[in-house]
Structure formats: structure tokens, C-alpha cells
């Protein structure tokens, strides 16, 4: 019995070292063989604490390649010691260090145009770099061969040697294989996807050379399409012969329905007025990348207003599209106008077009007795060119645009009965988002239109005021010949589906017809809140002429819901 209580107490003895034993940590003291050795040992710095001989022996090859890479090529080390049960030491010699290195290579290969982008001296046979830097200059040189359609390329350096006191020499040694071109494009998930929308948005065509990072970069821009998004990245497979990349996307629902409800206190009648808009948006419904839009508006002016847009792009599997527009505007029983355009763009990248246009508006005076000049029947024809530029905002459900500028100009003529008068008009529209931090952003709107002539009528001149033009006034109340017009806000996220905001708008007006300049101020504040059923926001503003007093019979409540289907 008791030799058996003696050898269990043996056992339990033994396996409590061990366990202590291996619960050690292992101390690693590294030396060069002087005093400036240690100096550049220390300022590269070193992991002197572990828990096994393995990874303290990774640690010191791991050094040992750092002292080659910048320049101690012929490093060495002396011996790697025991000192007890948890120290070791390891010593180096460092020795000479290089400072340059002069790399010979093929220019049937590679081009001195390629190596100039990565080195200050290059010529028809060798290029100059630190040897600190060669590494990383051979991975870019790989790359921008690789950009060129050869993906498996590989570089080293071979019969390196001395060259001088301070210099190595090596000969660059270049592997490549078969050029690559992108042979086929597969999409999956969405498989009814724009084809031409590859070609020309992404352009991403059959045929050029194979490049992955490209490749990425183009693709990252499906992010932008309003009606589709990437369900994970790209993927590559090679075969002997070809090239596939496949793309996985889905389609995502990109119809919108807008519409708001405003009302205010009519000062004649003290009364409550109701106004408000209903705004369609369909894209993509026929997997063509096609867009429709469809406004209408009624106002507490008796005003109304008709809009429809169409968008083709892409026609005939061509960067130009084409977009068709009508207008008609009815006041009360004044006058009608009826605004219909037609024009082609261009498609220039996913963030630009340039576009030709040629609208035609026809006015029609509604009064029984037209007893104003101001109020006639007219028709008039322009011939305009514009330029487009987006910027989106990926995955922000609030503000998706983050920087927009669209900018036109044209001329043509309007004729009354038999007289005919030139006019130029020009308009400009660009907001844009200023981010400062991830809760806090300033957003700037600038808008301006205006009609050049000898003479204007009432009928053809310019109307805004509302909820998306300067807020705190009655919908399309302001008429100009002339007119700038500058929204901004401060915004402040409470969440990502939650802001709140500041309003401050100032307008400027001319208006010809009866020589009046007038500024404008709409202040105020609102809300936006994304819900199951959209984008609700609420704005509260108030307007005033430059010399009129704030009254709070000015102010104007609009409502808006965007929902998504």
C-alpha cells in the first residue's frame, strides 16, 4: 500500500514540472558583434518574448531577412545559444552595408518607358533603386506587367554581386506565360442583366488584356446602378486556353413612388390650402436599363403640372442613348404651356455623358379677352448641348448622391403670329455633400436659370418656390427671367436610417418683364426618417422678401414619402 501511495505521489510530481515546464516562456536576447551593431539592431526592433523554440526560431530568421533587405546582404548569423531554461541568445554579424543596386534587364521584355515610373535612373540596360525599396519596386513593376495581360508573371534577382564600395549589381530574370485576355463575361444571380451596360458603363469588353485589378475596379462601380448590386466579388477561372470572369449580382428594387403633402393658412380667406405631388420613378422594369418617370402636381395657386421622362440607353448596343420628355403646365385659367423635348447623349464613363437637345414649347393664352400683352400664344424652338456629372454615395440609404453638376446652354427663337425674336437660355443645377465625420455633413445646392430676349412674356418666363426649389414659399409662385438660387443644410445623423436639419435658402430673382430684382430667405428645419415604407421627411420653413418681416402666417409644413418597390 504504501509503495503505491509513494509511486502516485511520483507521478503527480513529474507531471506538475511538466506542465510547468511548458507553461514557461521562452526570452530571446539578440547581439551584433559592437556597439553601432546593437545600435541597428534595436531601431528595427524584434518579438523577445515566446511560448516555443519554433517560433522563437521564426523570429530570428525573420531578423535576419529584415538586415538583407535593407542593405546588411551579407549578414550572418554566428550562433543562436541555450543560456538557461527560458534564455537564448543570438548573435549576428552584420558587416557592410549596401546602399544602391544596379538591376541589368532585357528590354525586349520590359521597357525603359515602364521603368521610369519607379526609378530616376534608368538606361538601355540597367536601373538605379536603394535596396530598401527594390522589393517593393519589383512587386509594382510585376503588377503593370500584369496589367498588360500576363497575370502569372514572376520576377527575382539572380547573380547578385558586388559592384563597388556601396552598390550590388543583379540581373533581373522575368517569367512569363501566355499573354491573358478576358475571353468571357458570366453573370450569375442576375443573369438578365444589360449586357450593354458591361461594354459601355463598366467597359468591360471581350478582348482586352487581362487585368484583376481593373477588373475589381471597374466592377466596384455596379455599386453606383440604382437597379442591381454585387452579391460578392469577382471571380477569375483559367484554363489552358481562356479567360472567364463571373460576376455575381442580384437585382435590386429601384422603383420609387414620391410624393408630400403641404398646407398653409391662405391670408385672403383664412383658410387651410392643401398642396402636393405625386413623383413615379421606374427603372429597369424591362431589363433594359430603361428609366420612367412620371410627376404630378397640383398646387394651392391652381397650378398643375404634368411631367413625363423616358430614358433609353445604350440603343442598339452603342454608348448613345436618347431621352424623351413632356411637359404641360396649366394656370388656372390663364394659360397653358406645353414643353416637349427630345435629345442624345453620350455616354463618356459611369459618372459622365454630354448631351444634344432639341426641345419645342407651345403656350396657349386661355383668357376670353386677352386684355394683357404680357399673356400670348407663342411658339418656340431651342437647340441645346448639356453636361452631366454623378458622383454616388455607396451603401447610404439617406443621401446616395454625393456630388452632382449638370450645366446647359442653348439658343433658338420664339414667335408670336408672324414675329420672330432670338433667345438663348442657359441653366445650371450641382449640389454636393461635404462629410466631415460620420454623424455630422453640409449639404450645398446651387440652381440658376435664365432666357435672353428682347422681350419677355408671363407665359414663357421661369417658376419655382416650393419644397424643391427655396423653401418657406408656395409652390412655383416666383416667376423670373432670371434667377440663382442657393439651398444649404446641416445635417446631423442620429442613426443610419435617422437626420435631422437646418434650412437656410437664399434666392436671387430678376425678372425683365416688369424690371424687378428681389432677394429672397427661407429658414427653417426638418427631419428625414427611412422606414419600412421609404424615405418620410418633414421640412418646416419659413420665407421672406429682403425687406419684409418675419411672419409666422409665411411659414409652410411640406411632407414627403419616397418608398422603394
Sequence with gaps: MNILKILFLYIIFHAFNAVNTYSQELHLIVEGKDVSENIVIDSIGYKNVFTNYKSLEVEINSLHLKFQKIGYVESQLIFNTKKNDTAYNAKFHLNKKYYTIYIYYDKNVISMKTLERFSENVTSEYFVTTIQESESILNQINSKIAENGQPFTSLKLTTIKKRDANSLQAKLAISTNKKRTIDKIIVKGYEKFPRSFLTHFLNLKIGDDFD???????????????????????????????????????????????????????????KIEFNGYLNLNLINNLNYGEAFSLVFKSDESDQKTFDVDVSLPYLFNTAIGSELSLNIFKKDSTFTTVDQSVNLFYQINDRQRIFTEINTIQSNNLLDENNTQFIQDYNSTFYSIKYEYLKRQYNNILFPINFAFNIKTGFGFRKIESNKDNQKIFSLNTHKIFNLNKKNSIYIRIKSEGIVSDSYLINELFRFGGINTIRGFEENSLLASLYGLLNSEYRYNLSSTIYIHSIIDVAYIDNELINSKEKLFGFGFGFGLFTKAGLLKFNYANGKSENQKFKLSNSKIHISLNTRF
Design 212 to 270: 484583376i485589378n481593373s477588373i475589381k475596379e471597374k466592377t466596384e462601380t455596379l455599386n453606383t446602378l440604382l437597379f442591381t448590386s454585387q452579391a460578392r466579388p469577382p471571380e477569375v477561372l483559367f484554363t489552358k486556353d481562356s479567360s472567364s470572369i463571373y460576376l455575381y449580382l442580384e437585382k435590386t428594387k429601384s422603383n420609387t413612388f414620391d410624393g408630400f403633402l403641404g398646407f398653409s393658412t391662405n391670408e385672403a380667406t383664412n
